[in-house]
């Protein structure tokens, strides 16, 4: 008994040093939603693509800064749902096509964070 406790213990170490470690990014299962459905595309980037792309993609993080892109709304689509070889990974099967749109969108608006 004494050694589970003494693993368990460890467990949120091991977690937190394995974040770190410089393995390439898998995309996560996401509930998938209908087409037609409004998602709560703030959540979803911070859940999701916040990981990577800082302050909510206006900074850039381990990936790049998404406010103000230069990149068209195909790249974009195309980066999402294929990703980048050991940068990002692809989520064309976790997210449908209205989610990128909704995603796109949400790149496309973002401004400078107050305070």
């Not at 892109?69 to 790249?75: A, L, N």
């Not at 195309?78 to 940068?87: D, E, F, T």
């Not at 976790?94 to 949400?106: G, H, L, R, V």
Request: include cysteine; glycine fraction near 12%.
């Amino acid at each position: 008994m004494k050694l589970n406790n003494g693993i368990m213990s460890l467990l949120p170490v091991m977690l937190a040093g394995s974040l770190g470690c410089g393995a390439p990014a898998q995309a996560q299962p996401a509930t998938a939603a209908p087409d037609d459905t409004q998602v709560d595309v703030h959540q979803l980037f911070a859940t999701t693509c916040g990981w990577c792309h800082s302050d909510g993609g206006r900074a850039a993080g381990k990936g790049p800064q998404l406010m103000d892109t230069k990149r068209d709304d195909e790249f974009i689509r195309n980066r999402i749902k294929n990703g980048k070889p050991g940068a990002m990974p692809a989520f064309g099967t976790t997210f449908s096509d209205a989610q990128i749109d909704q995603i796109i969108k949400y790149i496309r608006e973002l401004k400078r964070s107050e305070g």
